[in-house]
């Protein structure tokens, strides 16, 4: 059982800039992916961004040229740095992981790709 712990949320003015985190201990794993995920009150859980753990990237289309997914190996940590941000990115983010290769350079953003999940934290945006 892998253990992920997000950090980073809070408020900000749309336009603005956040960087959530999220403590991933996969080091042991040879092959994995992550991913950050969002839900919004009365809405569906939808991906947001997913890595590999050899590095290709996959962004939704809502986030494509504002946000960026990254790890730091060394650290443990994913990050998600989100600019230019709007109202309707305010929502509950969550770091997923599951073990596995893609033999294609596209990690998924579907949920039940994921064996392990983060509590989340709360972005808000305000117009």
């Known amino acids: 059982q892998v253990q992920l712990v997000e950090s980073g949320g809070g408020s900000v003015q749309a336009g603005g800039s956040l960087r959530v985190s999220c403590a991933a201990p996969?080091?042991?794993?040879?092959?994995?992916?992550m991913a950050w995920f969002r839900q919004a009150p009365g809405k569906e859980r939808e991906g947001v961004a997913s890595?590999?753990?050899?590095?290709?990237?996959n962004y939704a289309d809502s986030v494509k040229g504002r946000f960026t997914i990254s790890q730091d190996n060394t650290k443990n940590t994913l990050y998600l740095q989100m600019n230019s941000l709007k109202p309707e990115d305010t929502a509950r983010y969550y770091c997923?992981?599951?073990?596995?290769?893609?033999?294609?350079?596209?990690?998924?953003?579907?949920?039940?790709?994921?064996?392990?999940w983060g509590q989340g934290t709360q972005v808000t945006v305000s117009s």
């Open positions: 997923a992981a599951a073990r596995g290769y893609y033999t294609d350079d596209v990690p998924p953003l579907t949920a039940n790709s994921y064996d392990w």
């Open positions: 996969l080091t042991s794993y040879t092959h994995y992916y």
């Open positions: 890595i590999l753990s050899r590095g290709p990237t």
